[in-house]
């Protein structure tokens, strides 16, 4: 099983709106990612998550705020966002840093 | 500065045929590469990787090809199959533990039947 998953699937919030982003993986993996993606670009990395400590941020705003609560969460809090953070938000994961990511199906978040 | 390049936006093969994906990249320090697979509206979804003690790794009808010393990696699917159509990324990182990917722009591929 190699199940990453995301909720919501899609989310619209205006640009004073406070949301949350939920990834959720029973892989037993300790790694976990944030990543962004915008249309016909690649994934580009935003966070690293390793042993539920934060290891990378990819100097990203502080109005997204990672939180790793347990070894199979992984939130992303949005607060006071730009219409240009609209964009395909994929989680991932990996059994340790360095190994093959799988990902989820990601959140398609529009910002009003 | 792109490091991880996929110079060819896309391509478009017959069904049965060979299709092969390439990616050049600029860091010499990458030395663990990937190949994802992804469709509209869907995640990406991991195929083959290949360490660069490695010069190939096959999986199926998935083959990865590295040379180093070219700094260039390919993707073989044989035979293709009209399923296979969508974007492909190549993927590189560089070991000491920091899990950072990075990706290439991505082939779309077609594959006709």
């Known amino acids: 099983d190699t199940e990453v998953t995301q909720t919501p699937k899609h989310l619209v919030m205006g640009m004073t709106n406070k949301k949350s982003l939920k990834c959720e993986q029973h892989?037993?993996?300790?790694?976990m990612y944030w990543y962004k993606q915008k249309a016909k670009k690649p994934p580009e990395l935003m966070f690293v998550?390793?042993?539920?400590?934060?290891?990378i941020n990819e100097s990203v705003p502080s109005r997204f705020s990672p939180e790793c609560p347990n070894s199979s969460l992984l939130n992303l809090h949005l607060h006071a966002l730009q219409p240009e953070d609209s964009a395909l938000y994929l989680c991932a994961s990996s059994q340790y840093r360095d190994y093959e990511q799988y990902f989820g199906p990601g959140t398609r978040l529009t910002v009003t | 500065d792109q490091q991880v390049k996929q110079n060819s936006p896309s391509l478009s093969v017959q069904e049965g045929r060979i299709s092969i994906l390439n990616c050049d990249y600029t860091?010499?320090?990458?030395?663990?590469f990937l190949w994802y697979k992804k469709y509209p509206a869907e995640g990406p979804t991991f195929l083959i990787s290949?360490?660069?003690?490695?010069d190939k790794n096959e999986d199926g009808r998935f083959t990865v090809f590295l040379n180093k010393s070219a700094k260039h990696l390919s993707l073989h699917i044989v035979p293709s199959q009209p399923g296979d159509s969508a974007v492909y990324f190549c993927?590189?990182?560089?070991?000491?533990?920091?899990?950072?990917?990075?990706f290439g722009q991505g082939t779309t591929l077609q594959v006709k039947p």
């Open positions: 290949i360490s660069s003690i490695k």
């Open positions: 892989m037993g993996h300790r790694a």
């Open positions: 998550y390793s042993y539920e400590k934060l290891s």
């Open positions: 993927a590189a990182s560089a070991s000491g533990n920091t899990g950072k990917l990075i």
């Open positions: 860091n010499s320090m990458f030395d663990y």
